[in-house]
């Protein structure tokens, strides 16, 4: 009985040691606990399919707003961004940012959105995001996930997948 007690006030104090390290990100990156508000652009497509940015950049939004992360959105600023062919992109979403008064702009690419072409036709993902200050365009965070679903996985279920996984590790 001692072992199992010993062994539960060590996954307690891990857990406790998690939050507090949490918390200690959170404090480290938006200045106090619960003042960022991010800014979601439309992510760039480096892919074949022409659906694969917005089908992430949505998937991204919902993940975050889950987690109960603040996002500076509206369908005007949106569009306003979507302009492919926009000159400066970068300092058009920070623009954007500052005009919803967000503090953050949360950048993505998609550079793998497919079905394989091997014998199992498994989905494919890949995307890479970067969280910018927007108040001087300092890169904070940046990071890449990829997955590859199995069986009768769908490509949505990757991606969202692996949007969670890279949702879950900005420190917030």
Known sequence: MAKFN?????????????????SNSLSRTTGEAGAMRLFVPPFFNAT?????????????VTALL????????????????RVEDAPDKPTLFLETAKSLEATHLLVGTVHEY??????????????????????????????????????????????QRSIRKLVNKIPF
Not at 6 to 22: E, P
Not at 48 to 60: I, V
């Open 6 to 22: 010993a062994f539960i006030a060590l996954v307690l104090l891990g857990a406790l040691a998690g939050c507090a390290s949490f």
């Open 48 to 60: 074949g399919d022409e659906h694969a940015g917005r089908a992430l950049t949505e998937l991204t």
């Open 66 to 81: 889950h987690r109960g992360i603040p996002v500076a959105q509206t369908e005007a600023a949106l569009a306003k961004t």
């Open 114 to 159: 497919r079905y394989k072409t091997d014998l199992d036709g498994n989905p494919a993902v890949g995307v890479t995001l970067r969280l910018v200050d927007a108040t001087d365009g300092r890169t904070v965070w940046q990071d890449s996930e990829s997955g590859v679903g199995m069986l009768a996985a769908s490509l949505s279920s990757v991606a």
